[in-house]
């Protein structure tokens, strides 16, 4: 069964870290570029990092310093990290995973929601 699931979301004052998780079950996951997306309050979602199935990572400059994405492949679940060191309130969303190409991507999940205030 497909099925997206992040955790490790929450409340962390400005310079702060956070690690997200994913949990990307099944197997078309393991073999093609997974990323992390997320989606502030009005506003569209975004890109905001991407990792070939070899490990090959690719950041957005907003991000870029800051986070790193790191993979492991199970036999039928991806799991994704995201490391995030140093954030800002502007990185405030809510966090997605999934495939990074469309035609590869499945339905979306909860998310994880990530909040940066003093």
């Known amino acids: 069964q497909v099925q997206l699931v992040e955790s490790g979301g929450g409340l962390v004052q400005p310079g702060g870290s956070l690690r997200l998780s994913c949990a990307a079950s099944g197997r078309i996951f393991r073999s093609v570029t997974m990323a992390w997306y997320r989606q502030a309050p009005g506003e569209q979602r975004e890109l905001v990092s991407r990792?070939?199935?070899?490990?090959?990572?690719?950041?957005e400059d907003s991000v870029k310093g800051r986070f790193t994405i790191s993979r492991g492949n199970a036999e039928t679940t991806v799991y994704l990290y995201l490391q995030m060191d140093s954030l800002k309130p502007e990185d405030t969303a809510v966090y997605y995973c999934n495939a990074y190409y469309r035609l590869n991507q499945r339905p979306w999940g909860q998310g994880t929601q990530v909040t940066v205030s003093s």
């Open positions: 990792i070939t199935s070899s490990g090959v990572p690719t950041y």
